[in-house]
Every structure is written in C-alpha cells, then in structure tokens.
Antibody
Framework: EVQLVQSGAEVKKPGESLRISCKGS????????ISWVRQMPGKGLEWMGR????????NYSPSFQGHVTISADKSISTAYLQWSSLKASDTAMYYC???????????WGQGTLVTVSS | DIVMTQSPDSLAVSLGERATINCKSS????????????LAWYQQKPGQPPKLLIY???TRESGVPDRFSGSGSGTDFTLTISSLQAEDVAVYYC??????????FGQGTKLEIK
C-alpha cells in the first residue's frame, strides 16, 4: 500500500527555522517526484514545488522560490520542506504528494499543520 | 504560470440533482504529441487531504463512483456529478500538470446541499 506519512504539527515563533518531513512507503521512492502543497487557513491549494528524489533536482513555484527549500534523502525514502526564518504568514497546512510520471498527483500525505505565532 | 480559474466559487445543489463545475486555463493544456489534456480534478473534504478523482481530463481514478465525470479539452473543462449524494459535499479543485515548472490549481469550488 502506497503511503506518505508526514511529521507532526509544529508551533514555532517568527524567525525560527523548521524542517518538516514526508516518508514514502509501499513504492519505489526514487521512481516518483514529490510535490509540496500549501493550504492556508480556509483557503485553497497552492503548489509550492517538487523534487525528484533520484537526483534531488528541484523546481519551485515563483511564489515560493527563495522562501523554502525542498530536499530529499533517498536512503530513508523521505522528503523535506524547510524554512530558515519563519513568518506568521507561513501558518498553514502543508501537504506532500506523489507525482506519477511527473504528471498526475495520485497520493497525498495527511498534512502537517505549521503554526507561527509570537 | 498557467492560471486556472474555476466557476462558480460555490454551488448549492439538491440531492439527486446534477452538479457542474467549470475550470478554465489561461493557455491550452492539450499536449499535441499524445492528444492528452494535462488536467486533473480533486475532491477535498473538511479535515482531509485532497483526493484524486479524474485525470487526463476525463479518466476516472480507480474506486471513484461513476456519477463523477470529467470533460473538455484545450482550455475549458467541466467536472459533472450526475446525481448529487450527501457525501459529495466538499471543495473541488482542478489542477494542470502541462507545465512541469508549476502545477497550478484552480481556486476551488465549494459544493453544498440545497
């Protein structure tokens, strides 16, 4: 069974750093890209960027380029989304999702809620 | 970026009636070399991650009830629920995957029972 299991909810202060994770199982982790998607409270889905775990090649939506970093460790089938300096506006649910053949997003993680508040 | 625009933003339909959601892309998502439309539909219920319903604009994901159907080509697409059930109350999103530089979503359509 394909599963993407994300790390737990986080509460952080502005200016702090954070890395959240997404562990894939039930499939060949390096054969599928991983996307990250943001959903701010009460709002829609925003595609942030993606990584190819086989070579760690990434690309980002222009809206998120320079604000977050996506990485992966294929030895442990885990992708990451990280911030170096959080802002209150980063408060959101973050989903990882699997991209089949660089096209269809077929499986989603359960989401990680990030709250940034002083 | 390819901009995806859904209409309406919200929709109220009676149980058993047809629900229709539209999605328009700012440029064609039809790939001429394989004649496929790079367009998917997702359903998101409160407190849950999105769920894939339709891909290639009209191919139903395994396990999705056949009351859900997708149609359209190029820049204009439609998700139709032929006979609305109570469990279909959700927010629906379209997404293009034509541009691998940015897999943009529509803003979402909230579907409720009238």
């Amino acid at each position: 069974e394909v599963q993407l299991v994300q790390s737990g909810a986080e509460v952080k202060k502005p200016g702090e750093s954070l890395r959240i994770s997404c562990k894939g199982s039930g499939y060949s982790f390096t054969s599928y890209w991983i996307s990250w998607v943001r959903q701010m409270p009460g709002k829609g889905l925003e595609w942030m960027g993606r990584i190819d775990p086989s070579d760690s090649y990434t690309n980002y939506s222009p809206s998120f380029q320079g604000h977050v970093t996506i990485s992966a460790d294929k030895s442990i089938s885990t992708a990451y989304l990280q911030w170096s300096s959080l802002k209150a506006s980063d408060t959101a649910m973050y989903y990882c999702a699997r991209l089949e053949m660089a096209t269809i997003t077929d499986y989603w993680g359960q989401g990680t809620l990030v709250t940034v508040s002083s | 970026d390819i901009v995806m625009t859904q209409s309406p933003d919200s929709l109220a339909v009676s149980l058993g009636e047809r629900a229709t959601i539209n999605c328009k892309s700012s440029q064609s998502v039809l790939y001429s070399s394989n004649n496929k439309n790079y367009l998917a539909w997702y359903q998101q219920k409160p407190g849950q991650p999105p769920k894939l319903l339709i891909y290639w604009a009209s191919t139903r994901e395994s396990g999705v009830p056949d009351r859900f159907s997708g149609s359209g080509s190029g820049t204009d697409f439609t998700l139709t629920i032929s006979s609305l059930q109570a469990e279909d109350v959700a927010v629906y999103y379209c997404q293009q995957y034509y541009s691998t530089l940015s897999y943009t979503f529509g803003q979402g359509t909230k579907l409720e029972i009238k």
